[in-house]
């Protein structure tokens, strides 16, 4: 049982450069969401997605695209790397998500990425 | 805005100990209440989910508690272990449908053997 499946676990880029954060789930989850981790800031959400088809935008959505073509799949994608977004980036899926759910929240093992 | 905050930010307890770690939220108007374990490196692994109508919820050692009140829950450790280091987080969800969970900072365990 694979569960929340992340890749790459470690990337360094260049200021500028774009890349796309994978993950992957394996549980038919509706709901998945993104957050980063930051020493002193906790954890913040980035963008989340409801279903195929439907993204939105979390707390801290500038520079970030996503997209949700298939139930398994939520990339994240960085469209000009910038030092500010040096941070440990966790993919999470759950049931649903919505208002009501009270499914656990499952996490991936995270992508250190670090922007020189 | 609801924040949530944990004290202290860092313990370290000998093996054996009873210990109890402390998460507090300003907002009381919440839909759940979730501790993690975070081991270093690793993603975040659920513990326990307290909804916002319950008192408590218990596996194996661990038992959690929430006073939504006076916005505070606690995670109590029994007997701990060497293999319970780690750092433990709380979240709570509102009633929204981002689904999205505010975390504390978080407290690190040490248990020495």
């Known amino acids: 049982n694979a569960g929340v499946t992340q890749t790459p676990k470690f990337q360094v880029l260049k200021t500028g450069q774009s890349m796309t954060l994978q993950c992957a789930q394996d549980m038919n989850h509706e709901y998945m969401s993104w957050y980063r981790q930051d020493p002193g800031m906790g954890l913040r959400l980035i963008h989340y997605?409801?279903?195929?088809?439907?993204?939105d935008q979390g707390e801290v959505p500038n520079g970030y695209n996503v997209s949700r073509s298939t139930t398994e799949d939520f990339p994240l994608r960085l469209l000009s790397a910038a030092p500010s977004q040096t941070s440990v980036y966790f993919c999470?899926?759950?049931?649903?998500?919505?208002?009501?759910?009270?499914?656990?929240?499952?996490f991936g093992n995270g992508t250190r990425l670090t922007v020189t | 805005k609801q924040e949530v905050t944990q004290i202290p930010a860092a313990l370290s307890v000998p093996e054996g100990e009873n210990l109890v770690l402390n998460c507090s939220f300003t907002?009381?108007?919440?839909?759940?209440l979730q501790w993690f374990r975070q081991d270093p490196g690793k993603g975040l692994t659920s513990l326990l989910l307290i909804q916002s109508s319950q008192r408590e919820q218990t596996s194996g050692r661990l038992n959690a508690s929430l006073d939504k009140s006076s916005g505070r829950s606690t995670l109590y450790i029994a007997a701990s272990q060497p293999g319970d280091s780690a750092t433990y987080l709380c979240a709570v969800k509102g009633s929204s449908n981002t689904g999205k969970l505010i975390f504390g900072q978080g407290t690190t365990l040490q248990v020495k053997p």
């Open positions: 997605s409801v279903g195929a088809g439907i993204t």
């Open positions: 907002d009381s108007a919440i839909y759940n």
């Open positions: 999470a899926s759950t049931s649903s998500g919505g208002g009501r759910d009270n499914s656990p929240l499952h």
